[in-house]
C-alpha cells in the first residue's frame, strides 16, 4: 500500500511518502506513529495484539499475527515481520543542507507462541 501525506505549511517543506506492506491495522499503527521510538512502537503494537487476544493470557498464534498485518513464514517456522519504509523528501527552495531524501525503515518482528513482550520493532534511519 502506497501512500503520501504533506503538511500545508509554507515552503520549505517535506513530502512524506509511505511504502506498506497492507492496509492492516498494524501498518496503520506505523503509518500514523513512524516517528515514535522502537521502543514506543513496540509498545503500541504490543499493546494492538493483546486487544486482539482479549485477556492475554493466551500466547498469539499465526491467526492472531497475521490478523493484524504480520506476515508469517510457512510451517513449520515461526517468524512473523512486517517491513515499511518511509522517505522524507525536503520541497520548496532547497535547504543548505541539501535536498536529499532520507528513509526510515521499520520492521516489527514477532514469533507464533511466544509472548508478547519478544515481540521486537527495528527502526533505521539511511
Not at 541539501?98 to 521499520?106: D, E, I
Amino acid at each position: 500500500m502506497l501512500g503520501t501525506q504533506a503538511g500545508c505549511t509554507p515552503f520549505p517543506g517535506v513530502r512524506v511518502s509511505l511504502s506498506l506492506p497492507n492496509d492492516s491495522p498494524l501498518s496503520a499503527l506505523v503509518r500514523d506513529q513512524w516517528m515514535s521510538t522502537d521502543r514506543g512502537l513496540a509498545e503500541q503494537a504490543r499493546r494492538l495484539l493483546r486487544e486482539r487476544l482479549g485477556d492475554g493470557a493466551r500466547l498469539p498464534s499465526r491467526a492472531d499475527l497475521e490478523a493484524v498485518g504480520l506476515r508469517c513464514e510457512p510451517a513449520p517456522l515461526l517468524a512473523c515481520s512486517h517491513h515499511s519504509e518511509i522517505r522524507r523528501t525536503p520541497v520548496g527552495p532547497v535547504p543548505a543542507a541539501g535536498a536529499r531524501t532520507q528513509t526510515v525503515t521499520v520492521q516489527v518482528l514477532a514469533q507464533i507462541g511466544a509472548p508478547l513482550e519478544s515481540l521486537a520493532v527495528h527502526k533505521t534511519e539511511d
